[in-house]
């Protein structure tokens, strides 16, 4: 008797330890809290957004009704015509973007912070035929070219969510920069004074037929924001979410004065409108918003003066005239001289910096003793003297000569070299790891795996040297007869034997370093074209081979991902980022087994930067340019080195 009510409790944990470690069980609610803003986080907007804002608000804003009404009123207070150039700033799912588009308007852009909700927008224009830009990015910061808009639109009450005022300030320069001269801002908030007065502390309501959600709000302890919470559940799972967002209340006086100060005329209120609702229960935010325009000044914005201080960085590059193992041939190819050439195009688009290119390795050493740079970009990653092995000495000695250099450490990419190492640390991190066998060649009593189909490749190393074809195993004769193949051109080499995953393979980048990531879109390998007997990897011969399938049949694309899987990716990548000290730039490589679950394939420091690899492709999925991206690794250094901005 004592076993069995011994038992059945450690029955249960180890089953909710399971569903947790997959992510499966659904979050816990904090239960009762007396100060909400206590519980806020400084950047609540980054994951909010998604399928559930949808769920919880969509009776506002999946409202035609409120849309249809709200573009009325923007062709009204601005005049603007179906040939201007408009931006949907804070676009969300592109209603706005859309409407307008549907009514002729040609020119009709949208940017949001949201990767869930600008996919949808994209899905949703696809679908109804209708031609506008939509990318994601953050609207203080966002990469448009100056004085370049007739309109900017600021909707759907989505201005004010920063934790600092100075925020608010910065999403107002960068409208002001993109504008025309004398071209027109609509602001749509929420009216301030009205929502102080009026708002519900408590509310509690069923969104449909399964879910419902309870709502708490407070002002802040200065009174300038309005802070929430809500709890959303399912009546037959639980829990799904228990989340605090906030945003700042204007006054009509308070924005008005905040736009002229930034050099915004003829600033004129609309008047306060109200929202539709399906539900017609709890409006929030949106029950009673202010309308209000302005133009921007009467010339062109010069956003940075015309001398500037101009930094100059040293690029270093593998050495063209050395022999390099890893490529085809064994040396640099006219592919690999063009990517050098497309890179330094592209660099020289980087006015605020200055560029010399070191590539001789030979005289590369005295050339930083004689004469150290202010900073080096680091894209040595064939190594010193093109030797793989050595791709950690290049930062080791800028570390010895105390020279500030964009990438990872010696450490970092030592660690991450050796792949047994990574899959170790994984998997105490509960990062889920393929099943695997170490194997060294030198010893003979080795336990070979009796697992197939099986994927053996090299535990060191990079390029997918040693993985080709006849690298996947389905039988115990493949896999010695690959191993005897592998010694012969790896001699030494230690290997690795590891369950062949066959579901799809992501990767995910990440720029930028700890407390402030951002993300790229997550790419797909599609391996829909390769010949059916090929098996489904990314080869050496994908990455050096034109004349094989692999480099012809294999493309890339924007994953589609459901908010979990995305959110699982991306949480596992931030993890392991931090745990293994990369810096300004990594990816991270994942597949999935044949039940679905996301497993670590590789971390790559200092990943591949030319204009055709991954990296770059996840930027083009964002609508960034390649010399946006190499812009992005070398702010994320500067800020991490503390170099202050040009």
């Not at 009776?59 to 150039?85: C, P």
């Not at 409407?99 to 940017?111: C, D, I, T």
């Not at 201080?309 to 085809?328: A, C, E, Q, R, S």
């Not at 195993?473 to 230690?494: F, K, M, Q, T």
Request: net charge negative; charged share 25%; hydrophobic share 35%.
């Amino acid at each position: 008797m004592t076993k069995t009510i011994l038992k059945q409790p450690n029955s249960i944990t180890n089953k909710e330890a399971i569903l947790k470690k997959r992510g499966l069980l659904p979050p816990r609610t904090l239960g009762p809290v007396s100060d909400l803003e206590r519980h806020l986080p400084p950047e609540w907007w980054k994951d909010i957004f998604n399928s559930l804002y949808l769920k919880t608000d969509g009776d506002v804003v999946e409202n035609d009704l409120n849309t249809a009404r709200d573009v009325d009123l923007i062709l009204q207070a601005t005049g603007i015509k179906k040939e201007n150039t408009i931006l949907d700033l804070c676009c969300g799912q592109g209603r706005h973007s859309l409407e307008l588009a549907s009514r002729g308007f040609l020119n009709v852009s949208g940017l949001d912070r949201s990767r869930y909700l600008v996919r949808l927008a994209r899905k949703r224009a696809k679908q109804r035929g209708l031609n506008i830009t939509l990318s994601q990015g953050d609207a203080r910061k966002f990469r448009m070219q100056d004085s370049s808009k007739d309109c900017a639109m600021l909707l759907g009450n989505s201005f004010g969510y920063f934790e600092r005022e100075e925020d608010d300030l910065l999403v107002l320069e960068s409208v002001k920069r993109i504008l025309k001269p004398k071209g027109k801002l609509i602001l749509d908030i929420v009216d301030g004074v009205w929502m102080a007065q009026n708002f519900e502390p408590r509310s509690w309501e069923w969104i449909d037929q399964v879910h419902f959600v309870n709502r708490e709000r407070s002002l802040s302890v200065d009174r300038k924001r309005i802070i929430s919470r809500e709890v959303i559940t399912n009546s037959e799972i639980g829990v799904l979410a228990d989340q605090f967002y906030a945003e700042r209340l204007y006054t009509l006086e308070e924005i008005t004065q905040l736009l002229k100060s930034l050099g915004f005329t003829d600033i004129l209120s609309h008047g306060n409108v109200t929202s539709e609702s399906t539900r017609n229960q709890d409006l929030g935010m949106m029950a009673n918003r202010l309308i209000i325009t302005a133009l921007g000044p009467d010339k062109p914005v010069i956003t940075k003066p015309t001398i500037k201080h101009v930094l100059p960085i040293t690029v270093f590059l593998g050495d063209p005239k050395l022999p390099d193992t890893v490529k085809m041939g064994g040396q640099f190819n006219n592919e690999d001289l063009e990517t050098i050439n497309i890179l330094k195009q592209n660099l020289e688009k980087l006015t605020q910096f200055k560029f010399e290119y070191v590539e001789n390795h030979q005289s590369m050493l005295n050339k930083m003793i004689s004469k150290p740079p202010k900073m080096v970009l680091n894209l040595c990653d064939e190594g010193f003297n093109n030797q793989a092995t050595m791709e950690l000495h290049v930062p080791a000695f800028l570390e010895l000569m105390g020279i500030p250099y964009t990438g990872a450490g010696p450490g970092c990419l030592s660690l991450c070299y050796n792949k047994a190492n990574i899959r170790s640390i994984a998997a105490s991190m509960d990062v889920e790891v393929p099943t695997e066998t170490y194997f060294d060649p030198n010893d003979q009593a080795a336990n070979l795996p009796s697992f197939f189909p099986a994927l053996i490749k090299p535990n060191c190393g990079d390029s997918s040297i040693g993985i080709t074809q006849n690298a996947v195993v389905n039988n115990a004769e493949e896999l010695i007869n690959y191993l005897d193949h592998l010694r012969d051109i790896l001699p030494g080499s230690p290997l690795l034997i590891q369950e062949y995953l066959q579901g799809p393979e992501y990767s995910v980048g990440l720029v930028g370093n700890p407390d402030k990531f951002e993300a790229l879109p997550v790419l797909e390998v599609d391996y829909s074209q390769l010949p059916s007997q090929l098996p489904k990897i990314l080869s050496y011969e994908s990455k050096w081979d034109p004349d094989s399938p692999y480099w012809n049949d294999i493309r890339y694309k924007e994953a589609t991902l459901d908010d979990e899987t995305h959110r699982k990716l991306i949480h596992y990548s931030n993890r392991l980022f931090e745990r293994l000290e990369c810096r300004d730039y990594a990816r991270f490589d994942f597949r999935t087994d044949a039940e679905g679950r996301i497993k670590l394939l590789e971390v790559n420091p200092n990943p591949g930067w030319c204009w055709d690899g991954k990296l770059n492709l996840m930027a083009g999925f964002a609508g960034m340019e390649y010399w946006q991206l190499l812009e992005m690794i070398l702010q994320a250094a500067k800020e991490r080195i503390g170099i202050s901005p040009a």
